[in-house]
C-alpha cells in the first residue's frame, strides 16, 4: 500500500536548520509531484514547497523562499526539505504529500493525492 514516512523532525534553536526526509512507496514515485505542508495548532496547513516529478521546478511562498529548499532523489524514492534560519513561526507539523506531476501554480492540499503521518518541528530557543 501507499506509504509516505516523514522524518528529521526535532527542536532547534531560532536561526538553525534541519533536514527533513520523505520516503514513499507503494506507488511510483517519479511520476508524481511531491509537496511538503506544515500546519501549527489552530491554524490550517499551508503549503511549504513542491518539485514537480522531473525535477525541473519547483514552489515556495513568499515566507519561506530562500529559506527552505526541497529535492528529490527518484532513485531512492524519497524527497528531503531543508530548512534553514529557522523562526519560531515555523513550528508546526510537517508533513509530505505526492501528486499530480506539475507542481501547480498555488499548491493547495486538496491537490495532493497521498500524505505522510507528519514529523514536528519546533523552533525554540
Known amino acids: 500500500q501507499v506509504q509516505l514516512v516523514e522524518s528529521g523532525g526535532g527542536l532547534v534553536q531560532p536561526g538553525g536548520s534541519l533536514r527533513l526526509s520523505c520516503a514513499a512507496s507503494?506507488?511510483?514515485?517519479?511520476?508524481?509531484?511531491m509537496g511538503w505542508f506544515r500546519q501549527a495548532p489552530g491554524k490550517e496547513r499551508e503549503g511549504v514547497s513542491c518539485?514537480?516529478?522531473?525535477?525541473?521546478?519547483?514552489y515556495y511562498p513568499d515566507d519561506v523562499k530562500g529559506r527552505f529548499t526541497i529535492s528529490r532523489d527518484n532513485a531512492k524514492s524519497t524527497v528531503y526539505l531543508q530548512m534553514s534560519s529557522l523562526k519560531p513561526e515555523d513550528t508546526a507539523v510537517y508533513y509530505c504529500a505526492a501528486g499530480p506531476p506539475a507542481c501547480p501554480l498555488v499548491p493547495t492540499a486538496a491537490w495532493y493525492d497521498y500524505w505522510g503521518q507528519g514529523t514536528q518541528v519546533t523552533v525554540s530557543s
Open positions: 507503494g506507488f511510483t514515485f517519479e511520476y508524481y509531484a
Open positions: 518539485i514537480s516529478h522531473s525535477n525541473d521546478s519547483t
